[in-house]
């Protein structure tokens, strides 16, 4: 009986979050030759390298919020206020992210994920500056069940709220 255990740290940075591993027991099964566990620790402590890393920081340029068509025109049409910027219509580029470490709980079945974050859309100039049209503060909380379905990983996403 060979117990293995790990943790995710942040490069270069061994300290760590201040997690506590909670054991677990692995159901005694013996049809297969390897058997994988993952446990809350694993993914609490991933959440943390991740987001201590910066890697829930993302940019979406404006050449792909052009290629999906997201512009100053269609956020004025949902946000009245964002009009009165500039008349000019200028291309719009978009800032995701996270703003605490997302928390993730493992359940019979499925897992949730809870993230914080903001999103801020800015217009780019004609000088590649940037204007700040405005940011929103967002909260998710959404459930996945992963499944194996011919062969294949599959998921279902749930967003609770």
């Given at each position: 009986d060979n117990h293995f255990q790990g943790a995710?740290?942040?490069?270069?940075?061994?300290?760590?979050?201040?997690?506590?591993a909670a054991p677990f027991?692995?159901?005694?099964?013996?049809?297969?030759?390897?058997y994988l566990a993952f446990s809350e620790?694993?993914?609490?402590?991933?959440?943390?390298?991740?987001?201590?890393?910066?890697?829930?920081?993302?940019?979406?340029?404006?050449?792909?919020?052009?290629?999906?068509?997201?512009?100053r025109e269609i956020f004025g049409s949902i946000i009245p206020e964002v009009r009165e910027y500039s008349v000019t219509p200028y291309p719009v580029m978009l800032k995701l992210m996270a703003t605490e470490i997302p928390i993730i709980s493992l359940q019979q079945g499925s897992f949730t994920v809870e993230i914080q974050g903001s999103m801020e859309a800015l217009a780019v100039l004609p000088d590649s500056t940037t204007q700040s049209l405005f940011?929103?503060?967002?909260?998710?909380?959404?459930?996945?069940?992963?499944?194996?379905?011919?062969?294949?990983?599959m998921g279902s996403l749930c967003l609770n709220r």
């Open positions: 995710v740290y942040p490069s270069g940075n061994h300290t760590g979050p201040s997690y506590v027991v692995i159901p005694d099964q013996s049809d297969s030759m390897l620790y694993f993914f609490q402590t991933s959440s943390f390298a991740y987001y201590t890393a910066g890697a829930f920081n993302i940019t979406i340029a404006e050449e792909t919020c052009s290629y999906f068509n997201i512009s940011t929103i503060n967002m909260a998710a909380n959404t459930s996945i069940a992963p499944n194996i379905f011919d062969q294949k990983l």
